[in-house]
């Protein structure tokens, strides 16, 4: 591993901002906000920067990594675009939704950051600091969540540095973010769009938009999802206990809805993701709550059932990935 770096905290404003842009270009990791989770951000340009990321985050393999631009234009010089992503690239840009596209002759982004595909994944993504930086930096960002491998995502600048501070060098500090899962991954490689990680944009508002329902899954239906979405991830020190309709003594709970779980008063401690059953409140909670209710030092984490509707599709995957045996 990277050993220690000093790792600065930026500040949001034009300094920042400008320290930011200059460490991205000279090859450097900057972790930064966006609305969904922290990125950790190298040019995605440099293979060698793009090295870097996988290096800090002990990630054990190269997977594909999602490339940042500042605006539609900025993307279209990167892939290739069909009516379908067109579409949807019109909707939800600049927001929580990335699409897999067939590499453009113009491609700039590096082998290494596409893992060797002919696709590349694309974000515009919403937060005003992580759109301000991409302006500065003027190139594609590659920016997985800016975490170690297997951990929960970051959803401020101290769960970064909790993970990765001596490893990057920076993170520019930008609160908390407010979608709180990472990004819905649609691929349109020709033939239906596929769905290849639920996240921030809900299925059901895509297959609206598209008049057609999305395919599920690999092609094959066999292996994971997309590459690097292994099944143990976003996992905490504690055991997760998924779908719990009691807690049980020394147990944390994760709640969620106003209905309260039998035995939640012994547990170690207790969190609830949305009081009023909220899937867009809850996805904003999950990750910081994991946190918190792990650092309780309880052996068991208890989760209450989810309903599948909106965000709560991707708040059961990341769930269900907590609780996979590692
Ligand atoms: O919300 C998000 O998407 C966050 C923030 C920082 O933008 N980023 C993020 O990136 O979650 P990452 O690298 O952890 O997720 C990348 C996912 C991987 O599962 C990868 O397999 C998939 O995107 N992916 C990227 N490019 C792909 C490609 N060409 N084909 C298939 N899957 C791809
Ligand atoms: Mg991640």
Redesign the pocket.
């Known amino acids: 591993p990277r050993s220690m770096l000093r790792t600065a905290r930026l500040t949001a404003d034009e300094a920042g901002l400008a320290e930011a842009a200059a460490i991205l270009k000279r090859g450097g990791l900057v972790a930064f906000p966006?609305e969904?989770?922290?990125?950790?951000?190298a040019d995605a340009t440099n293979a060698e920067a793009v090295a870097g990321i996988y290096a800090a985050k002990e990630r054990p393999s190269f997977?594909?990594?999602?490339s940042?631009l500042e605006s539609f234009e900025a993307a279209k010089v990167q892939g290739l675009f069909d009516e379908t992503a067109q579409k949807l690239a019109e909707a939800f840009w600049p927001g929580?939704l990335?699409l897999?596209v067939p590499v453009a002759p113009t491609c700039t982004v590096s082998d290494l950051a596409?893992?060797g595909?002919d696709?590349?994944?694309l974000?515009v993504?919403a937060h005003p600091l992580?759109h301000a930086l991409l302006t500065a930096t003027g190139r594609p960002v590659?920016?997985?969540?800016?975490n170690r491998s297997g951990r929960v995502?970051p959803t401020d600048a101290d769960h970064v540095l909790g993970d990765l501070d001596g490893r990057i060098d920076a993170v520019l500090e930008g609160g908390a973010s407010d979608?709180g899962?990472?990004?819905t991954?649609i691929?349109c490689l020709g033939g239906t769009p596929r769905l290849?990680?639920p996240?921030?944009v809900p299925r059901e508002a895509i297959e609206a938009l598209i008049g057609q329902h999305l395919d599920t899954g690999p092609e094959g239906g066999k292996g994971?999802?997309?590459?690097?979405?292994l099944a143990s991830h976003y996992a905490p020190r504690a055991q997760v206990r998924l779908n719990a309709t009691e807690i049980k003594p020394g147990e944390a709970a994760l709640l969620f809805g106003p209905t309260p779980l039998q035995g939640a008063e012994q547990a170690k401690t207790h969190l609830n993701l949305s009081k009023n059953g909220d899937p867009k409140e809850a996805a904003a909670h999950l990750f910081s709550y994991l946190r918190q209710l792990d650092a309780s030092g309880a052996q068991t984490i208890a989760v209450a059932p989810v309903p599948e509707t909106g965000l709560g599709e991707a708040i059961n995957d990341r769930l269900r990935r907590a609780a996979a045996e590692r």
Not at 36 to 41: E, F, K, N, P, S
Not at 63 to 66: D, S, V
Not at 142 to 146: E, G, L, N, V
């Open positions: 966006t969904t989770v922290y990125g950790l951000g997977n594909p990594l999602i940042h929580p990335t897999v596409r893992a595909l696709s590349v994944g974000r993504p992580a590659a920016a997985p969540s800016a995502s979608v899962v990472e990004s991954i691929a290849l990680r996240g921030g994971p999802l997309a590459p690097g979405m």
